[in-house]
């Protein structure tokens, strides 16, 4: 079939002048039409012998779509220059064919469309609830048609499972049609309309490039409609946006409550989604296997099938559950009746039977939240004896006090709270109860009558110990449910499942914590609406993510215990809140990271926490050397703020003790220290020692180099000042090229090149020396950071040194980024190089967190300095400052992390490599221990500034902090603390290698 034919019947019959190129279909001639201004159509010549009430069905609905939602996302029908929309026009062989035309929808099919977040798939919800809105009133004869794809029919397959030859599979679907089976009476009696039908991943379609937000951008192909219960609609599109998705019932759930938003369901829809998806999935695999049979020959029929198969088998979703959660998301009650007992709850607060036998309206609270608490010390590890001493402050000589509801807590550190295979996977961190801690043995009294539902002994680290839950039941014949946690396991002696306990009856008693689950002694008490995917496995604590399904099924408990709502309800300080108060208060260039800010409210070792506890790995901050929250470095400071913080105008030997430290990781003839506040401060004190030494003022830097942000450290700083708005270069200031063998000028197959990059100091100098100002030094990142994580070839830094002392300089090494061992084979850069500096500048990284930095120099160059005037930094050198930086230095040493660095580099770059390898956008992967950058390109090998955000934001969706660096903001930076695992690399190079994917596919 040649494209001049109907080339030429495009611009006869609609006058448009186009290129033609084949788009797939099955039966039909689908063309994409571009005409000159770069405007596009399809073009569809449908089959010979194709019904018209079938075209003329789709075009119809189409254009009724137009007429009354006219801004609707699909395709509109172009009539012909006649006025006509559908055409019987000729084909090459005389065959006639039904012809017509719409416009092009920008983006691509959902298929093929990443990431597919929750927000773009509420957002296909949206669209797909419009189009059933907007279709309710359409009418067509063939809506009435009789087809294997109307999910009305789908009992058809009862008879054909014995084309499933593997028993198991076949099980699985007499299973599943089954439960259709009970399902066709309720179908029945819902009303009918015309519904899209057939809302596959190739049926959506998606735009938005790379870094911008995806949109639905269409809906298409309208060839499989029929009239049938909406909710058919959305369970068709349902089982296609489970397929292989990490998170099916997120997913899930994200579909849903976008439809409801558009076009609300009821509770009974919603009821049988999951059923119906199931439904669709074994027609279409019942359907292929049939084809199969049919053509053996084709293998795409049979690979079709996978997704399906992985998701019937593979899934371990309880329907119960999941409905509670499609029910939560749409705000419709999580089970029948659940409005009711709310209500019930609310009649009655005040009248129940005190569950402590005392009045808890004067009862103190204790938070153990995460922006208000310390426990526990490691949030992955909480040991018996630190859990039975968990909220000890809020102890007042046995008096009751209680825990919030709702209250996001890092004390369930037990690898069953975490939802995924890393330490920075989604974990369960929200309290879904009141609890009331008091000592063990007090008694606890059953709020109103109930019966035993379970009674039960839990002895696992953490669990409930012994637990009681009650079911009870409102006047009009509700049920809810209650549950009593960590206590005495006497009860199982007592109490047994049918038990009636009455109201205000004492039936259990507090735990003590070799009972109760290891616990400080407390009643964990918690209400549910449902047991239903529970059973009685409560969870006590939720996912963050998922409370809009936990709130509805475990409300806050506080009408039972007498009390209002918000006295026991936890409200974290939300993120939106501090940033309004950032942006009023603070300057506009004090930067935030990510497009969504992460608000961190505590740490350990390379771990980070926001306010509702979700973990993230932190690939990123360097300043956190030894780890975040450093038992050790807590100590030490806390153990000085409680003796004296001196200066150094006084004597004390921690000051030395510190000095001979770090003087023992340098050359001998490093002799003198100088402590300082910040690495700002060392560059600029570093600055003034070279002139006072040399007598000039004159600098050379390389290019895109960053040492502070005071005016001196500015000016050396090109980083800062030739960014637009920058101060511009001093005169004083000459700049060299970055040596970049990636990207400079001289590359890595050249084998002179670190002396050719050396080179490139000499006309700075003379420059220098012919405006008179002299060399006073050269200073330089060892390896270049914010230049982009660049590692100078072997042998640059000592031919450049060699340029400058000719010229009578003094060459200043700042090892802020890269000293104290994260190199893992060198404790210093410039040990790799093999240069001897004559100042090197420490900064953040040596105190942990704790404001300090350093400057070490020779006795001639500070004897130079010495020149009456007192040099004098307040908290430099302060007793605690001092102690804080030799511990960091002891723990490097006795924690093994220089080595650690060594080893978790090596296994991280070999991780890159491999992605290097992949993925054509990964430009380089370069770098040393944990000093590591992945420099990012376009198809053209120029820097991919966008591509970087993009993962770097991405990465943060997948809870890894990473940064970005270079001129062109094109590199990743891998920079973690040096207690990173194994675990942890693999998980960066695993969650970046699925980043890259999306990459790929965009």
Not at 147 to 158: E, H, P, Q, T, V
Not at 539 to 558: E, F, H, I, S, T
Request: one cysteine or more; glycine letters at 10%; proline letters at 6%.
């Amino acid at each position: 079939m040649t494209f001049a034919h109907w080339s030429a019947a495009l611009r006869e019959h609609w006058g448009i002048d186009a290129e033609l190129s084949r788009l797939d279909g099955e039966y039909d001639l689908n063309f994409l039409a571009k005409d000159n201004g770069d405007q596009g159509y399809i073009l569809k010549a449908m089959r010979p012998g194709c019904e018209k009430w079938l075209v003329d069905m789709q075009v119809k609905a189409l254009e009724h779509i137009a007429s009354n939602e006219p801004e609707f996302p699909c395709p509109r029908v172009i009539p012909s220059t006649a006025g006509e929309s559908l055409l019987t026009l000729p084909d090459e062989d005389g065959q006639d064919r039904l012809v017509w035309l719409v416009n092009q929808l920008p983006g691509r099919c959902y298929a093929k469309a990443e990431p597919k977040s929750d927000a773009l798939i509420h957002e296909v919800g949206q669209v797909l609830g419009g189009s059933a809105k907007v279709l309710a009133d359409f009418r067509h004869e063939g809506l009435k048609r009789d087809f294997k794809w109307d999910l009305m029919r789908a009992g058809w397959i009862r008879d054909q499972l014995s084309c499933i030859s593997d028993p198991a599979r076949r099980a699985t679907l007499e299973g599943i049609s089954e439960d259709f089976a009970k399902l066709e009476s309720v179908l029945a009696e819902l009303p009918k309309q015309a519904i899209h039908n057939d809302a596959n991943d190739y049926n959506i379609m998606v735009a938005g490039e790379l870094g911008e937000t995806r949109r639905v951008s269409g809906l298409i192909d309208l060839g499989d409609m029929c009239a049938a219960p909406r909710v058919c609609d959305l369970a068709i599109a349902a089982a296609y946006i489970v397929l292989d998705h990490p998170e099916p019932e997120t997913a899930l759930a994200a579909l849903v409550a976008g439809y409801h938003e558009a076009y609300p369901l009821t509770p009974a829809e919603v009821d049988i989604i999951w059923p119906l998806l199931r439904a669709r999935l074994a027609v279409s695999v019942v359907n292929s296997t049939m084809m199969a049979a049919d053509n053996p020959d084709d293998p795409y029929v049979t690979i079709s099938q996978a997704p399906a198969w992985r998701f019937l088998e593979g899934n371990t979703l309880h329907g119960g559950l999941l409905t509670a959660r499609l029910r939560a998301a749409c705000g419709l009650p999580v089970v029948d009746g659940a409005d009711r007992v709310l209500a019930w709850l609310e009649q009655e607060r005040g009248s129940f039977a005190p569950l402590m036998g005392q009045d808890l309206a004067d009862a103190p609270l204790g938070s153990l939240s995460v922006e208000h608490s310390a426990w526990p010390q490691n949030p992955f590890h909480m040991p018996l004896e630190e859990a039975a001493r968990v909220g000890e402050e809020f102890e007042d000589n046995g008096r009751v006090w209680l825990g919030y509801y709702h209250e996001p807590r890092l004390i369930y550190t037990d690898a069953a709270f975490r939802k995924g295979p890393w330490k920075a996977s989604n974990r369960r961190t929200v309290h879904l109860a009141v609890d009331a801690f008091a000592p063990a043995g007090t008694p606890v009294f059953a709020p109103l009558c109930g019966e035993v539902f379970a009674a039960e002994y839990r002895d696992g680290h953490l669990d409930y110990g012994g637990v009681i839950i009650l079911k009870h039941e409102t006047p009009e014949g509700d049920s809810f449910f209650t549950l009593y946690g960590h206590l005495d396991p006497e009860i199982l002696d007592r109490l047994k499942p049918g038990d009636t306990v009455e109201k205000g009856e004492e039936f259990c008693r507090l735990g003590a914590p070799g009972q109760n689950g290891g616990w400080a002694p407390h009643v964990h008490f918690q209400l549910a609406l449902t047991t239903e995917g529970i059973e009685t496995d409560w969870p006590g604590v939720g996912d963050p993510d998922d409370m809009y399904l936990w709130r509805a099924l475990c409300p806050n408990p506080a009408a039972l215990l007498n009390l209002p709502d918000g006295k026991v309800e936890y409200a974290p300080t939300r993120k939106e809140d501090v940033l309004a108060g950032r942006r009023a208060h603070f300057g506009g260039n004090l930067s935030l990271t990510y497009n969504d800010p992460v608000m961190l409210m505590r740490g350990w070792k390379h771990h980070l926490f926001d306010e509702w506890g979700r973990p993230y790995l932190d690939a990123y901050n360097n300043v956190p050397h030894v780890g975040h929250a450093h038992p050790r470095i807590h100590a030490v400071a806390a153990d000085q703020l409680k003796r004296v913080n001196s200066n150094t105008r006084y004597l004390h030997p921690a000051q030395t003790a510190f000095a001979d430290k770090l003087l023992s990781k340098l050359p001998d003839h490093f002799e003198v220290c100088f402590f300082v506040n910040s690495g700002t401060e060392a560059n600029e004190l570093a600055l003034r020692l070279a002139r006072a030494h040399t007598g000039a003022k004159g600098m050379v830097s390389p290019d895109h180099g960053y040492h502070g942000n005071t005016t001196g450290a500015m000016s050396i700083s090109a980083y800062k000042f030739n960014k637009p708005g920058g101060i511009g270069q001093a005169d004083w200031v000459e700049l060299i090229e970055v040596a970049d063998d990636y990207r400079g000028s001289f590359r890595r197959d050249d084998p002179d090149r670190a002396q050719k990059f050396a080179d490139l100091a000499d006309p700075a100098i003379l420059r220098l020396q012919e405006k008179g100002h002299g060399i006073a030094g050269f200073i330089a990142e060892t390896f270049p950071s914010v230049g982009g994580q660049i590692i100078p070839p072997k042998g640059y830094l000592p031919a450049v040194y060699d340029k400058i002392r000719a010229a009578g300089g003094v060459c200043i090494a700042d090892e802020v980024q890269t000293g104290l061992g994260r190199l893992g084979e060198f404790y210093f850069g410039f040990e790799h190089q093999g240069a001897m500096p004559d100042i090197v500048v420490m900064g953040k990284p040596i105190g942990n967190g704790h404001p300090l930095g350093l400057l070490v120099t020779t006795k001639a160059i500070a004897e130079s300095f010495d020149n009456g005037i007192e040099f004098f930094s307040t908290f430099g050198g302060s007793t605690l400052s001092c102690r804080t930086g030799k511990e960091v230095l002891d723990i490097v040493d006795d924690e093994g992390l220089q080595d650690n660095a060594r080893r978790q580099g090596v296994r991280l770059i070999n991780g890159l490599k491999m992605l290097q390898q992949k993925y054509t956008c990964v430009g380089d992967v370069r770098g040393m221990g944990l000093f590591l950058g992945l420099e990012l390109v376009n198809a053209d090998g120029s820097e991919a500034t966008e591509i970087c955000s993009y993962i770097k934001n991405r990465m943060r969706d997948h809870r890894i902090l990473i940064g970005s660096e270079g001129p062109k903001d094109n590199i990743l930076k891998i920079r973690p603390p040096l207690t990173i695992e194994a675990e942890d690399t693999d998980m960066i190079v695993e969650i970046l290698d699925s980043i890259l994917q999306e990459v790929e596919a965009a």
